[in-house]
């Protein structure tokens, strides 16, 4: 019983290590955020980013209908790593992306998009990348 003890011990002290984020993996950047409008109309979309609860950027976007303003990218919203949340809010209701939840390894710089659907529905969708 004790060497089953003991082998119990060993493997979560030697996994243990993997399961969440830790101090030597590097904080996730925030390497873009990608704004895209499928429907007739055009939309404002009011972007937060935040951490550890303060907002670190904050701005309002309207997002067009035309080939030339249906797309926007804000690219390096923020200058330092840190686990960013990362709200859009549209249609009186608000997303929220953890971006430290996409960072994958030395993947460790996520994109996050927002797509208005034509059919009316909000989807997003996360990049993670090696290097921004």
Do not use: H
Not at 14 to 25: N, P
Not at 68 to 91: F, G, L, W
Not at 100 to 123: H, M, W, Y
């Amino acid at each position: 019983m004790k060497r089953r003890a003991l082998l119990s011990v060993s493997a979560a002290t030697l996994f243990g290590g993997c399961l969440r984020r830790g101090e030597s993996q590097p904080q996730p950047r925030l390497a873009w955020i990608w704004l895209q409008n499928d429907r007739t109309e055009a939309y404002n979309v009011d972007i937060t980013v935040v951490a550890d609860g303060e907002p670190m950027f904050a701005d309002t976007y309207q997002v067009g209908t035309t080939p030339e303003t249906a797309s926007i990218t804000v690219d390096d919203p923020v200058d330092k790593p840190r686990e960013y949340i990362v709200q859009a809010t549209m249609d009186g209701k608000t997303r929220e992306v953890e971006i430290a939840e996409f960072a994958d390894g030395d993947e460790n710089c996520v994109g996050v998009r927002f797509l208005l659907l034509d059919n009316g529905n909000v989807t997003y969708s996360m990049k993670s990348m090696q290097q921004c």
